[in-house]
């Protein structure tokens, strides 16, 4: 597997050679991919090379090293469903299978259909998104969720994106994204490559421009989503939204269906991954606090829904209440997805 290291991003364009499935749990779990679908992606890649190094003899020890190795992937990142969701798939492919030979063939094929699905479902989502943006105006956005965090298109960049492409004309603004980075050196070379003109915000200047008028709206990608349609997003997400809500501007949120968990009733339920400290107490290796000083690092939080104005699937463009417009989304795709199977 060829991945384009996110960690060393955007000053080094640097492609890693992952041979192994420990070495692509090891690139997620140290975010040289990261972005709730692709690291979905590159979860299913990994599952078909644990199947293609396995020497097992038989059926049931090859399946008895994938359930190892799948739930050493899924513990790389906790908070992203996409990571599990993709695991799943690629498990109940390898169980409807009866020869190991078959088994490896079809994960390999299942992983490159999950990076197809991917794109398509992104391009779906800007298509039913595009609507909601702006012609005029600011629209803010947070973290990276554009190709870097999917296999391609994006998904909040992706809106932005199609918003754009469909004529609409609007100030991007993105933020730093403390303490990781991601949206300055992400998504800021992101719309770089694109030809979209995009200012840099640093987290905290994002209420006072709210507040002056500037943002017509917020968008931002998700890493899980409850039933009832709180949201798990960077950290920092909640922060944006509730400032919304305070400044009276609409707050989007959009991601394919496969981040929506309905087996979670609230958002109170996501486990949020804790960081190491030296992300915060650090940059690039160089301190920037006493030595000693305790830091909290929690890479997400969750937005209650009563925050979030629409959440864009690849199906709709679901509006209050989530517990019914979530559900009727994921079950369009799971129809939508085993009629591609049926006829395929
Ligand atoms: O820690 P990261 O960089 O993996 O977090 C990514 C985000 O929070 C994104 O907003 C989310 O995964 C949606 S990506 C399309």
């Keep these: 597997m060829r ?18 499935w420990q070495g692509a749990a090891a690139a997620i779990r140290g975010m040289q991919v990261r972005g709730a679908p692709a690291i979905g992606v590159t ?12 020497s097992s003899p038989d059926r049931e020890g090859l399946l008895a090293n994938l359930a190892r190795a799948a739930a050493e992937i899924v513990a790389a990142r906790p908070t992203a469903v996409n990571l599990q969701w993709a695991v799943k798939r690629m498990l109940q492919v390898a169980e409807s299978e009866r020869e190991p030979e078959a088994i490896k063939a079809r994960l390999l ?16 989502m800007g298509e039913l998104g595009k609507e909601l943006m702006p012609d ?30 469909s004529g609409r004309r609007f100030q991007v603004f993105n933020t730093e994204t403390r303490p990781f980075l991601q949206g300055a050196r992400l998504t800021s070379w992101e719309f770089q490559q694109l030809g979209i003109p995009s200012t840099l915000l640093v987290d905290s200047a994002a209420g006072m421009l709210m507040r002056r ?11 899980r989503i409850a039933a009832n349609g709180d949201t798990a997003n960077k950290i920092g ?9 305070e400044n009276a501007i609409p707050f989007y949120v959009a991601a394919p269906t496969s981040t929506v968990d309905l087996s979670l009733k609230t958002g109170d339920e996501i486990q949020i991954e804790e960081r190491p400290q030296e992300e915060v107490t650090h940059f690039q290796g160089v301190a ?42 994921v079950k369009l795709a799971v129809g939508a997805s085993a009629g591609v199977r049926g006829s395929g």
């Excluded at 991003?9 to 192994?20: C, G, R, S, Y």
């Excluded at 005029?136 to 992706?158: E, I, R």
């Excluded at 008028?213 to 890493?223: E, F, L, Q, R, Y």
Aim: net charge negative.
């Design 288 to 329: 920037t606090a006493p030595p000693g000083v305790p830091a909290l690092n929690p890479s997400f939080d969750v937005t209650p829904s009563r925050y979030i104005t629409a959440i864009v699937t690849e199906e709709a463009v679901c509006r209050p209440p989530y517990v019914q417009s979530l559900k009727e989304s």
């Design 109 to 124: 094929a299942e992983a490159k259909r999950i990076q197809e699905e991917d794109e398509t479902i992104n391009r779906k």
């Design 237 to 245: 997400t909640y922060s944006l939204a509730v400032l919304a809500k």
């Design 3 to 20: 991945l384009l290291d996110q960690t060393k991003l955007p000053l080094e364009q640097v492609v890693v050679e992952i041979a192994t």
């Design 136 to 165: 005029g105006g600011g629209v803010l956005t947070h973290c990276n969720t554009g190709a870097l965090a999917t296999s391609a298109f994006g998904t909040a960049l992706g809106v932005i994106r199609a918003g754009w492409e």
């Design 43 to 54: 979860a299913g890649y990994a599952v078909a090379m644990a199947a293609m190094e396995d």
């Design 213 to 223: 008028g500037g943002i017509s709206c917020v968008i931002t990608g998700a890493d």
